[in-house]
């Protein structure tokens, strides 16, 4: 009897049932919203601190101080007091909205807590990296763009490096994954990549979110692969296998550097533009501000997001190639398309598993879950004796 692939994609996902369907795709919907609200948000921000003169006030007690010093203080304190006037937006959009779909149960202060901890990380690196931006604005000239992409990099691989080691724990707790028949297959998936199986972990990610997730993070000896216990109590072995084969697919594949490219090049594109912009949209606001001016951040930040909100189908493209040559690393190291087809449904929870093809293009940064599924079925006919 012939496999119908067709036919085994439709019963994978319509086991969801009817009403888990509709729950997805409204989930789904109100996150591509989030995006626009976001955006006009921030916009409503900026104009408060321009309106206001925030900036200028900070810089006044500041004029007799290096370049370096005033960038840094005032883009630390542009981040720091714009999340803090967002509060509001970030918990309805991060938390509320999340516990109202089932997808987290983390208490309000827990999430309070881990903010306040990000703010004031995101604070401090953004000062650093916005401080290096404003240097070569003033120092490089009409080039800063190309030079400031090449600081984008830097940063960016830092993160990546020192992230599992500083970051990461700071809001979830690692521990080694116990010994048992999950630890011993994926010491054998890790082996294949040259990841140390000592670098195998399990971490609480229940503590942020209900979603069935693994990870592989890091770069050379800080790479791990990482378990959610949401993960390890939800799901089989050998949807584990799937699922981690998966993120190790992205590892070997090199993919990282992929996007750390990808980031690079689009840095250097939005600086350009935004330095074209920036006068523009200072008029627009009512600020006098000048693009190599600390105080003008704001409105800096602004065209950089108008610019990333309009590149999300060009980020999203290279994203999904990337998880399609992972899905295939999976099926070709675990071969197990069956599991993969289960745990892809799981997720499919949060994420409209049968998207129009617009959406997908201009939204999905994962091919559609159908696809994901229906790709699996495609392996399992194409290899099953």
Same mark, same amino acid.
């Given at each position: ?11 994978? #996902?319509?086991?969801?049932? #009817? ?13 591509? =919203?989030? $995006?626009? =609200?976001?955006?006009?948000?921030? /916009? %409503? ?22 370049? =370096? ?8 304190? !542009?981040?720091? $007091? ?19 779909? @089932? ?8 999430? $309070?807590? *881990?903010? @306040? #901890? ?14 290096? #931006? ?9 080039? =800063? ?24 724990? %700071? ?19 890790? +082996? ?8 195998? !972990? ?30 390890? +109590? ?6 584990? &296998?799937?699922?981690? @084969? ?23 594109? !939005? ?16 600020? /006098? ?22 590149? *999300?189908?060009?980020?999203? !493209?290279?994203?999904? *190639?990337?998880?399609?040559? /992972? ?18 449904? +799981? ?23 159908? &696809?994901?599924? +229906? ?11």
């Amino acid at each position: 009897m012939t496999f119908d692939v067709q036919q085994a994609t439709d019963t994978y #996902i319509n086991s969801l049932g #009817i009403e888990a369907l509709a729950k997805a795709t409204a989930y789904t919907s109100g996150s591509h =919203w989030i $995006l626009l =609200w976001g955006f006009l948000i921030s /916009a %409503l921000t900026t104009w408060v601190f321009v309106k206001y003169g925030i900036l200028n006030k900070i810089d006044a007690k500041l004029n007799k101080r290096s370049l =370096w010093l005033r960038s840094f203080v005032i883009s630390d304190a !542009f981040i720091f $007091l714009s999340s803090l006037l967002m509060l509001p937006w970030s918990i309805y959009s991060d938390w509320w909205r999340e516990v109202s779909y @089932g997808k987290t149960s983390q208490p309000i202060e827990d999430f $309070l807590s *881990q903010g @306040g #901890i990000s703010l004031l990380l995101s604070s401090l690196l953004g000062g650093l990296f916005f401080s290096g #931006i404003y240097f070569f604005i003033r120092r490089v000239g009409q080039f =800063w763009w190309a030079w400031s992409g090449g600081l984008t990099a830097i940063f960016i691989t830092t993160m990546m490096l020192l992230g599992p080691i500083w970051i990461e724990p %700071l809001f979830n707790k690692y521990t080694p994954l116990p010994q048992g028949e999950v630890r011993e297959a994926l010491e054998v998936l890790a +082996k294949q990549a040259n990841i140390n199986p000592d670098r195998i !972990f399990v971490y609480d990610g229940s503590r942020q979110s209900n979603r069935f997730t693994a990870n592989v993070s890091g770069l050379g000896s800080s790479a791990r692969i990482a378990i959610s216990d949401v993960a390890l +109590k939800s799901a089989s072995l050998d949807e584990v &296998k799937a699922v981690t @084969g998966h993120e190790i697919g992205h590892y070997v594949s090199g993919h990282i550097w992929n996007l750390i490219g990808t980031a690079t090049v689009l840095a250097m594109l !939005f600086f350009y533009l935004a330095n074209a912009l920036f006068s523009k949209v200072s008029r627009s606001i009512g600020s /006098a501000s000048v693009i190599a001016d600390p105080i003008g951040i704001a409105v800096l930040l602004l065209c950089v997001s108008f610019l990333t909100l309009l590149a *999300q189908p060009v980020i999203n !493209f290279v994203v999904r *190639q990337g998880e399609i040559e /992972a899905d295939q690393y999976s099926y070709q190291s675990v071969n197990l398309p069956d599991a993969m087809a289960t745990a892809l449904v +799981k997720t499919a929870e949060y994420r409209n598993p049968r998207p129009n093809a617009v959406q997908e293009f201009i939204f999905y940064s994962h091919p559609s879950v159908e &696809k994901r599924v +229906k790709a699996a079925m495609e392996w399992k006919a194409q290899h099953s004796k």
